[in-house]
């Protein structure tokens, strides 16, 4: 148990529509990092939310955008859902500055885009 | 993305074998981590590695930390069933808390 929930467990979309992903940190943790993991690879990292800023993405389209709250939970919005989006995608919480010993994932949301 | 090159992709091995895995990267790393992740759940940090060159020990596994700081190798001995699932190795380059790089995966099958 690391403390990292998300929700959902598991989504189907259809192409073409928008998702919100949700993640709640470790308590403590002020840094969050999303990652997409497509079956069959490691995780991809998408971008990492600071103190409500993006501080730093990954190789995706803006469409992928997120958001981060005062409590330092977050989302992940992606919008004109395609069918490669379909993954297993991951958080990632960590206290600022962190060594990655202190970085914890959560259990992923499963998203199917048909 | 770039992705670290893991090998082997798959290992088949028989309980009370041991088991070793390596990783390479064309580029430096800072940090080499070392992962396992259970169907259904989130990569668990196994072991972590800050300095060229370490040795680092988390009870039946061991990781080094190569000297060129492009690669990492990761060693379970005596296996067991629950050490199945899928190994990851993950690099990350800047301050603590950047992203991570990580491996395509080893996906180990222990067979009693």
């Known amino acids: 148990e690391t403390g990292v929930t998300q929700s959902p467990t598991h989504l189907i979309k259809t192409r073409g529509q928008q998702v919100t992903l949700r993640c709640s940190s470790q308590s403590g943790h002020n840094t969050v990092s999303w990652y997409q993991q497509a079956l069959g690879q490691g995780p991809q990292f998408i971008f990492q939310y600071y103190r409500e800023e993006e501080n730093g993405r990954g190789n995706f389209p803006p469409r992928f955008s997120g958001l981060q709250f005062p409590n330092y939970s977050s989302e992940l919005n992606v919008n004109a859902l395609e069918l490669d989006d379909s993954a297993l995608y991951l958080c990632?919480?960590?206290?600022?500055?962190?060594?990655?010993?202190?970085?914890?994932f959560g259990p992923g949301t499963r998203l199917t885009v048909l | 993305g770039q992705q670290l090159n893991q090998s082997p992709q798959s290992m088949f091995i028989q309980e009370g074998e041991d088991v070793s895995m390596n990783c390479t990267s064309s580029?430096?790393?800072?940090?080499w981590l070392w992962y396992k992740q259970d169907p259904g759940e989130g990569p668990v940090l196994l072991i972590a590695l800050y300095k060229a060159g370490e040795l680092t020990s988390n009870g039946r596994l061991t990781a080094q930390f190569g000297i060129t700081r492009k690669d990492s190798f990761l060693n379970i001995s005596a296996s067991i069933p629950s050490d199945v699932g899928i190994y990851f190795c993950?690099?990350?380059?800047?301050?603590?808390?950047?992203?991570?790089?990580f491996g395509e995966g080893t996906q180990l099958t222990v067979n009693p």
């Open positions: 993950a690099g990350q380059k800047g301050a603590s808390g950047s992203r991570l790089t």
């Open positions: 580029s430096i790393f800072n940090t």
């Open positions: 990632a919480s960590t206290p600022q500055q962190g060594a990655p010993d202190t970085q914890y």
